[in-house]
């Protein structure tokens, strides 16, 4: 599927935040839990209700899951996701921080009331939720990446490249941190890198011009604050509603390749560019002589052993 005609995600303040499936009760047996069952379903039921929007319904099934079972923690967890996309902020506080009261060590409850803290302007308790979160499990590219968009806030350019790049090292295809990182590298003037992280978020599905606007109102406010002049072609991909043009497959495949071999996308990205798989991509290389600039012979061997594994899962 061409990853062009998708459609793009706005900022979505929640993007970072998963439900929780399953069984969680801290310390304590499965079979010691009679009611857990039927919680669970509950709470099945609500994940179900909420990710088709029906908060109010899923918030009365984990209101159920958390009568049958009340340290039942995925539930408490899961009704303050709830709260959140309902846009009741200190109730899902009080879910997180019930979540966190039943499990010390739950990284992602952690996560989720950075976030809460974040929208209600208490940064301060926003990122120190994020650092516990990171601190609990260091793997989760979601608390860096949020905590990185709070420290682009808050025009700590630095921290926040450090901590967009080390979501993505985690996390390739977090597409809002890509772009987050582009809004970053306007900071610094690196129009280059700014370009190649713009271009891969809205691959990613993002939308750019959304995301540049959740922080700046225009290019000319930016350029007023920062006393720095955007470059036209940058400018334009920040412009609402911008889009990619849609190209023909040979043009897309031309742009995808200058693009690998200006080392600004990975042979995968470029592959999506291009809308063709990793393998196809990677055998195309060949053809126009790119594999040995950037890549050994080991080292294409094993890019197309991954190819070829994905391709067949």
Not at 238 to 248: G, T
Request: proline share 3%; hydrophobic share 35%; with cysteine.
């Amino acid at each position: 599927m061409d990853t062009l005609k998708r459609d793009r995600k706005i900022v979505d303040p929640y993007l970072h935040c998963r439900f929780a499936h399953g069984h969680q009760i801290e310390g304590t047996p499965k079979t010691a839990h009679p009611q857990l069952a039927k919680a669970e379903v509950y709470n099945a039921r609500g994940i179900a209700y909420s990710e088709n929007e029906e908060h109010d319904r899923a918030i009365v099934s984990f209101d159920k899951a958390i009568e049958l079972q009340p340290d039942y923690i995925n539930a408490h967890y899961n009704r303050g996701l709830a709260y959140m996309r309902k846009g009741e902020v200190d109730k899902a506080l009080i879910d997180y921080s019930g979540a966190i009261q039943f499990k010390r060590s739950y990284a992602e409850a952690y996560n989720n009331r950075g976030i809460a803290y974040h929208t209600k302007g208490e940064t301060i308790y926003a990122v120190q939720d994020y650092s516990t979160a990171i601190g609990l499990n260091s793997e989760l590219a979601e608390p860096y990446a949020n905590r990185g968009n709070l420290y682009l806030s808050r025009l700590d350019i630095h921290r926040a490249v450090y901590d967009c790049t080390k979501a993505l090292r985690l996390n390739p295809d977090m597409g809002v941190a890509y772009g987050t990182c582009g809004v970053a590298w306007l900071h610094y003037g690196h129009w280059k890198k700014a370009k190649a992280d713009f271009t891969v978020a809205t691959i990613l599905r993002v939308d750019v011009s959304a995301l540049f606007h959740h922080f700046y109102e225009s290019v000319k406010v930016f350029e007023q604050k920062t006393e720095i002049q955007i470059p036209a072609d940058v400018a334009d991909m920040l412009a609402p509603q911008a889009e990619l043009p849609e190209f023909e497959g040979g043009a897309r495949l031309k742009l995808a390749l200058e693009a690998y071999d200006n080392k600004e996308l990975s042979t995968g990205l470029s592959a999506r560019f291009a809308g063709m798989s990793r393998e196809e991509f990677i055998y195309t290389m060949g053809k126009y002589g790119l594999s040995p600039i950037r890549l050994t012979a080991e080292e294409l061997r094993k890019d197309v052993e991954s190819a070829r594994n994905a391709s067949h899962q």
